[in-house]
């Protein structure tokens, strides 16, 4: 049989397509997933148990377990679980929320799903791309109801901090831990969080989220409102612990199926080996980049906590950056923005008018991420920064 025909080759086969200069494509992020989750997702068929089962109880309780805490709901996305947790923290109409623009628009959309409106607050500064705290005191009205904090490339926000201002105010505290799962004190300061098991993230179920919440009444509501706002789950029902159900609060169809909770125990498993397998390419990425590019910045520090999900540098002002991605492009190198400002898309400029973030539009206008996930080796870092000096000298 071919060599291509083989199930092992058949991803390897269709990078072939994409080489270049007989050299592997570097790409930006790239899921891990092998004989393990497809042996999971055969038993879930064979089990012919398709949705909201043991394995969803099961995976959630693992990632409460590795989060230290009682008790998780996993549910069909971040941007679902972010929904819920304003919803079940009783955020809505006449509600303003600090939010990053510095961020997926996910964030600012689940403000308006509930109602509320997203009041964008500035970073700390381009070396620190931070939801700034100085600037998110400036940004409190009496309507301010809570806060959005992200884990910007997997780097944790001075949750301490945070939870101290968010105290002193009176305002609840959020964050949109996508960035950050299984990293230091994640999700525990916060009145509700949730993570994200899309493709590009540190571990993945394809599509899927997780929500933490710090008081267990909150939580209850958020599983109620993942399923229609009903008081008694399928299987509860299947098994004969209840016959009926309630409906007392409006929810949404927000589930996570068999199939993604089976594949996310197994992930679930690897994503510490994975994080600290992205830190030490970090590491090295900020030794070879400070040797061969000193005129480049890296946000953070190499101290800082960190689940390293993104690994985003800052070209000196003024570069064409449009010019280094093609560069980059045509040396088999992947690379993105992270983000364009959310503040600055045309629906939200229509929606929230005259907004201006000085270090986020820096930030954004300077930043550039390169490829970062467990599958590279330090000779691919090598390859990238390389590619990058030589996308500069020519
Ligand atoms: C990916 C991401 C989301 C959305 O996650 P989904 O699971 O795709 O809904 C939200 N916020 C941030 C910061 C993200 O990176």
Redesign the pocket.
């Known amino acids: 049989m071919p060599k291509a025909f083989s199930p092992k080759n058949t991803r390897a086969s269709s990078l072939a397509a994409d080489m270049q200069e007989g050299k592997r494509v570097l790409s930006l992020s790239e899921p891990i997933l092998g004989e393990a989750e497809k042996q999971a997702l055969c038993a879930v068929i064979d089990s012919n148990w398709l949705t909201m089962g043991d394995r969803v109880i099961q995976f959630e309780r693992a990632f409460a377990d590795l989060h230290g805490a009682f008790d998780a709901v996993a549910v069909s996305?971040?941007?679902?679980g972010?929904h819920l947790c304003l919803q079940a923290l009783g955020v809505g109409p006449g509600d303003e929320v600090l939010v990053p623009s510095l961020?997926?628009v996910?964030?600012a959309n689940a403000v308006l799903y509930a109602g509320a409106s997203p009041v964008f607050v500035d970073i700390e500064s381009e070396r620190l791309p931070h939801i700034s705290l100085e600037e998110a005191a400036t940004r409190c009205t009496p309507r301010t109801k809570a806060a959005i904090v992200?884990h910007y490339g997997g780097y944790l926000v001075d949750m301490p901090a945070w939870r101290s201002f968010a105290d002193k105010r009176g305002i609840l505290l959020i964050e949109?831990a996508?960035?950050a799962p299984a990293t230091g004190e994640v999700g525990r300061l916060s009145d509700a969080s949730a993570f994200?098991?899309?493709t590009?993230?540190n571990m993945s179920t394809a599509?899927?989220?997780m929500v933490l919440a710090r008081e267990k009444s909150v939580l209850d509501l958020v599983r109620r409102m993942r399923s229609h706002g009903m008081t008694t789950g399928t299987l509860d029902r299947h098994r004969g612990h209840a016959y009926s159900y309630d409906v007392t609060t409006l929810g949404y169809n927000y589930r996570m199926d068999e199939l993604r909770a089976a594949v996310g125990a197994i992930q679930l498993k690897r994503l510490p080996e994975w994080n600290g397998r992205r830190r030490e390419l970090s590491k090295d990425y900020r030794k070879k980049l400070a040797a061969a590019l000193p005129e480049i910045e890296i946000p953070f520090t190499g101290e800082h906590q960190t689940a390293s999900h993104l690994m985003p540098v800052l070209l000196p002002a003024g570069t064409n950056r449009a010019k280094v991605m093609t560069a980059l492009r045509e040396a088999g190198i992947q690379t993105s923005i992270h983000y364009p400002p959310v503040h600055l898309f045309s629906y939200y400029r229509n929606l929230i008018p005259a907004e201006s973030l000085p270090n986020t539009e820096a930030f954004c206008s300077r930043e550039l991420s390169l490829p970062l996930h467990p599958s590279l080796d330090e000779d691919d870092v090598t390859r990238v920064v390389t590619a990058l000096k030589d996308a500069f000298s020519s």
């Open positions: 996305s971040c941007t679902a972010l961020t997926f996910a964030t992200m949109d996508a960035h994200s098991f899309f590009n993230k599509e899927g989220g």
